[in-house]
């Protein structure tokens, strides 16, 4: 798919506006197999597709596994590589790779930031940031760099 296509079924199920297309793909689950017939440059085309979650993987999220992974306060984490640690002159950290709803967007957290600690704790792997957050229950306070080398510096709570 390319912008500017124009879904016209999912399924094989008429779609018409945003919202009829949500309620079809609603029907399914990660890991389905659809199709989707869309239109490009007054040409229609149809194509298989595997339906996959918010973290791109074909996992079924629940309420218990919303959390999982590398996903914290609704933001995809990854661990640096050496070379955003060399570039930074950092030896730990971990990246926001996408950001959703969450407490991370709900402060103003982007994609690109680089959280160096939470709760006054060095992270390395998204799991620290689980950790050392109670499995994501309780925030004091975060520690990082934006990607332009700018420190930041959240804290929550009475202080």
Known sequence: MKENDVIIKFDG????????????????????????????????????????????NTKVVTAEMEESEDIVFGARLESLDSQDMNSLNIDYGVIVKEINKGKFKDIGMAEGFIILSVNGKKVKTPDDVRQFTDNGKTLKSIEGVLPDGTIFNYKFGKQ
């Open 13 to 56: 199920q008429p779609v018409g506006t945003v919202s009829e297309l949500q309620e079809q793909v609603g029907k399914h689950r990660p890991g389905d197999k659809a199709t989707v017939t869309y239109i490009r440059n007054g040409k229609e085309s149809t194509i298989p597709i595997t339906l996959k979650n918010v973290a791109g």
